[in-house]
């Protein structure tokens, strides 16, 4: 069919300069005239596309009332049809509508007060019109029909990517669908985005393309606006906020449908991706696909940055509405002291009341979106959206013990023993790392027939009285109990300020201490144990050669080597999934937990079948929720992230690049002595001009970072280590993020 031809029998148009333009659902030409420019667009010849472009149709009759502003016009042919039907295909004509593209203007706050007008000036009139063949319409760029764009999600190519898109569409599920059914409804545009939006002096002066048109969520409008032009802002709420108040002004907006405005702007950013990724399989190269693909990662990224009930109250404050009122600290605190403990400790000298996470996030009822660079607990992020869901599914089936055969147990025993070296082939599985290393030092003296145990100076092995019993951090506190008989300390092979180098020779200085303690109990040591990296010790990595010489005579009087692999196991160190694996040894038990299920209560010991059989021979060991269907459904998806998404390799990467900021800082304030670890897993002990430990200076910088928004933690035996270990998804812009902040709070402290 030749367009030329088609204009001259149906429209009378001849001599037009016809040029071609991209669509979605239609193929469209541009024709240009002496008397005027129009769009002819072509679409697939249904029943179902009839019925929406007449309702099209009407729907531009009735917008064509509202006074001051274009809109398209369609124009009937020779015989009064503005349908036409020619060679198997439906064209309609419409005026071209003149004007500069929102994408294409500068977004001044007068311009984006008019946007807002414009769009509630049209949502009063759709608000009034009403058409069956747009309300039976369902389309996936409706956000009413949100998860229809869940199938796409698997084109996304990066893993991390697509776990940031998964993750709105469970907080979709979460904050939306609850409440869908108080939302008011309407007919709407549905696809004010900077494209479709016209602008003259300054100012909104039309939209086109009504193909999205949807009867949803009357908020749908201003989401589906918002998110574009909210895209390339340094401060994209502040954006949304100037458009919401004067949308408010013409149309009033309720306390509700603002609550969910930050989710709904994400939820259009999902669908955009997740189409993007779909269609660019279909049509690699075209750029109108994909043209808003970066900025809305970019702008979905932003949104992670941005505390929920911030972006909520600040919308309800352009519109001049309350926000519900916050919680305040003292009355909370007040209530900790009624109902807990003070044995329980809070962190930061002004404690900080969560509300949310995300990822690398946590949001505070402050309103505030804080960095988290030390709950290493949450290893593929926080509320990970494949880690929730296992967990969903798995509450949602059965939930048992270990006393019935069941898959789940099977299928993550096998995945978690996968990972070891094949001689730790049986895990027995219980509630925490306590429990593990309470249940390790147990099988050790089972197997053995030996009771003492020997540990680091200033090493932590759990809460249980047998963990805390060869905890030197616990038991040598000035609140300690003291060292129970039956425990031995050895001290912790630490390389800074040692005299020695890490070249070996620190290591068989250390070991040579070890070993001589094994020799004044030789034959009574039932275990050694040990963390690779001592966390409470202040992140302190074990001397280069250490275990090499300590295993083997640990083993030689009848012992077995015990590694607690609780905070740095998997692949959090970057180049090795478990911390033995960078001392070249293999232990006889290993203890899992806190990184485990990614907060959900889980741990495990992993030992030998000789270890495991000895222990057969006593009382049956059962744990009450140890094992169940529901913890390992989550401890295997924590493992399918940490693969699918490269977690240890992307520790590595930013681990050595924040090492290498935090090398650069302390060529410039030596109060930084040490910086070590590996990973994500780092320590940096301060030092004073005397070369004495400066906890006032390492209490200072974590609670600056504090106020800051950054989360850090202070240990040590002088609490003068600042320990870093944040959730796997923390990026190489965080790091640099939380070197700055560090770099800004010595900068204020002097040399």
């Known amino acids: 069919m030749i367009i030329a031809d088609l204009l001259q029998k149906q429209f009378a148009i001849t001599g037009a300069e016809i040029s071609s333009l991209e669509g979605y659902d239609s193929v469209n030409f541009k024709i240009k005239t002496a008397k005027g420019s129009f769009v002819l667009k072509q679409y697939v010849n249904d029943q179902a596309n009839k019925e929406l472009l007449q309702a099209e149709n009407e729907t531009l009759n009735a917008l064509a009332l509202i006074k001051g502003y274009d809109f398209p016009e369609a124009f009937a042919n020779k015989d009064g049809r503005k349908l036409v039907e020619q060679d198997d295909a439906l064209f309609r004509l419409l005026s071209f509508v003149e004007g500069e593209f929102l994408a294409d203007v500068a977004h001044t706050p007068a311009l984006l007060n008019s946007f807002g007008r414009f769009l509630a000036e049209m949502d009063s009139v759709l608000m009034k019109f009403h058409n069956s063949a747009i309300s039976a319409k369902k389309i996936p760029w409706d956000l009413n029909h949100f998860n229809q764009s869940y199938k796409y999600?698997?084109?996304?190519?990066?893993?991390?990517?697509?776990?940031?898109?998964?993750?709105?569409?469970?907080?979709?599920?979460?904050?939306?669908?609850?409440?869908?059914?108080?939302?008011?409804?309407?007919?709407?545009?549905?696809?004010?985005?900077?494209?479709?939006?016209?602008?003259?002096?300054?100012?909104?002066?039309?939209?086109?393309?009504?193909?999205?048109?949807?009867?949803?969520?009357?908020?749908?409008?201003?989401?589906?606006?918002?998110?574009?032009?909210?895209?390339?802002k340094e401060d994209p709420i502040q954006v949304g906020k100037e458009v919401v108040a004067a949308y408010h002004e013409i149309l009033p907006l309720k306390n509700q449908e603002l609550d969910i405005l930050y989710y709904l702007i994400a939820a259009r950013l999902c669908t955009s991706v997740c189409n993007s990724a779909y269609t660019k399989t279909l049509k690699p190269d075209s750029e109108y696909i994909t043209i808003s693909e970066q900025p809305a990662w970019k702008l979905l990224r932003q949104l992670l940055a941005i505390n929920p009930l911030s972006a909520s109250a600040q919308f309800k404050s352009a519109a001049k509405l309350k926000s519900a009122k916050r919680s305040q600290p003292e009355v909370q605190l007040k209530r900790r002291d009624t109902f807990l403990s003070k044995a329980l400790s809070?962190?930061?000298?002004?404690?900080?009341?969560?509300?949310?996470?995300?990822?690398?996030?946590?949001?505070?009822?402050?309103?505030?979106?804080?960095?988290?660079?030390?709950?290493?607990?949450?290893?593929?992020?926080?509320?990970?959206?494949?880690?929730?869901?296992?967990?969903?599914?798995?509450?949602a089936k059965l939930n048992t013990n270990t006393r019935y055969i069941y898959e789940e147990i099977l299928s993550y025993s096998e995945k978690l023993l996968g990972k070891f070296p094949?001689?730790?082939?049986?895990?027995?599985?219980?509630?925490?790392?306590?429990?593990?290393?309470?249940?390790?030092?147990?099988?050790?003296?089972?197997?053995?027939?030996?009771?003492?145990?020997?540990?680091?100076?200033?090493?932590?092995?759990?809460?249980?009285?047998?963990?805390?019993?060869?905890?030197?951090?616990?038991?040598?506190?000035?609140?300690?109990?003291?060292?129970?008989?039956?425990?031995?300390?050895?001290?912790?092979?630490?390389?800074?300020?040692?005299?020695?180098?890490?070249?070996?020779?620190?290591?068989?200085?250390?070991?040579?201490?070890?070993?001589?303690?094994?020799?004044?109990?030789?034959?009574?040591?039932?275990?050694?144990?040990?963390?690779?990296?001592?966390?409470?010790?202040?992140?302190?990595?074990?001397?280069?050669?250490?275990?090499?010489?300590?295993?083997?005579?640990?083993?030689?009087?009848?012992?077995?080597?015990?590694?607690?692999?609780?905070?740095?196991?998997?692949?959090?160190?970057?180049?090795?999934?478990?911390?033995?694996?960078?001392?070249?040894?293999?232990?006889?038990?290993?203890?899992?937990?806190?990184?485990?299920?990614?907060?959900?209560?889980?741990?495990?010991?992993?030992?030998?079948?000789?270890?495991?059989?000895?222990?057969?021979?006593?009382?049956?060991?059962?744990?009450?929720?140890?094992?169940?269907?529901?913890?390992?459904?989550?401890?295997?998806?924590?493992?399918?992230?940490?693969?699918?998404?490269?977690?240890?390799?992307?520790?590595?990467?930013?681990?050595?690049?924040?090492?290498?900021?935090?090398?650069?800082?302390?060529?410039?304030?030596?109060?930084?002595?040490?910086?070590?670890?590996?990973?994500?897993?780092?320590?940096?002990?301060?030092?004073?001009?005397?070369?004495?430990?400066?906890?006032?200076?390492?209490?200072?910088?974590?609670?600056?970072?504090?106020?800051?928004?950054?989360?850090?933690?202070?240990?040590?035996?002088?609490?003068?280590?600042?320990?870093?270990?944040?959730?796997?998804?923390?990026?190489m812009d965080d790091a640099a993020t939380l070197v700055n902040a560090i770099a800004k709070i010595l900068k204020g402290v002097g040399k």
């Open 422 to 731: 094949s001689k730790l082939n049986k895990v027995f599985f219980v509630n925490s790392g306590s429990a593990a290393s309470d249940l390790a030092l147990r099988l050790a003296q089972a197997y053995t027939g030996k009771t003492k145990i020997m540990s680091l100076e200033h090493g932590y092995h759990g809460n249980t009285r047998m963990g805390i019993g060869v905890s030197h951090y616990k038991y040598s506190h000035k609140k300690g109990v003291g060292q129970p008989s039956g425990t031995i300390a050895t001290p912790l092979p630490k390389v800074f300020g040692s005299g020695y180098e890490n070249d070996g020779s620190a290591g068989e200085h250390f070991a040579a201490a070890a070993l001589s303690t094994i020799e004044a109990n030789k034959n009574e040591i039932a275990a050694f144990i040990a963390e690779p990296i001592v966390g409470c010790g202040g992140q302190v990595p074990l001397a280069k050669g250490y275990l090499n010489s300590v295993y083997p005579a640990i083993r030689s009087q009848g012992g077995v080597c015990i590694s607690d692999e609780v905070q740095v196991g998997f692949g959090r160190l970057g180049d090795y999934f478990w911390g033995f694996e960078m001392y070249h040894v293999v232990p006889d038990i290993v203890v899992l937990g806190k990184p485990m299920g990614n907060g959900h209560p889980i741990g495990a010991v992993v030992t030998t079948s000789d270890i495991a059989a000895a222990f057969e021979s006593g009382p049956e060991f059962f744990s009450s929720f140890g094992g169940n269907p529901v913890s390992c459904a989550i401890g295997e998806a924590v493992l399918k992230v940490i693969e699918d998404e490269h977690l240890q390799e992307h520790a590595l990467l930013v681990g050595n690049y924040l090492k290498k900021l935090l090398e650069n800082l302390q060529a410039e304030y030596p109060q930084l002595a040490d910086i070590r670890g590996s990973g994500l897993f780092l320590g940096v002990e301060l030092l004073d001009n005397s070369g004495s430990p400066n906890t006032a200076l390492a209490a200072h910088i974590k609670n600056s970072l504090r106020e800051q928004n950054i989360l850090v933690s202070t240990d040590g035996p002088f609490d003068s280590v600042i320990k870093i270990k944040p959730p796997l998804a923390f990026r």
């Open 153 to 232: 999600l698997e084109y996304i190519g990066d893993p991390r990517d697509r776990s940031l898109v998964d993750y709105f569409f469970l907080q979709y599920e979460e904050q939306i669908r609850p409440i869908q059914h108080k939302l008011r409804t309407s007919i709407i545009h549905n696809d004010a985005n900077d494209w479709n939006v016209l602008t003259k002096s300054g100012k909104v002066s039309g939209i086109i393309d009504l193909g999205d048109m949807a009867d949803t969520w009357l908020i749908n409008e201003l989401a589906v606006a918002l998110t574009y032009v909210m895209m390339n």
């Open 346 to 395: 809070l962190s930061y000298e002004r404690p900080i009341e969560m509300h949310r996470s995300a990822f690398q996030y946590m949001y505070d009822t402050e309103h505030n979106a804080i960095l988290d660079a030390y709950n290493n607990i949450m290893i593929t992020g926080h509320c990970h959206p494949t880690v929730v869901r296992a967990g969903q599914r798995a509450m």
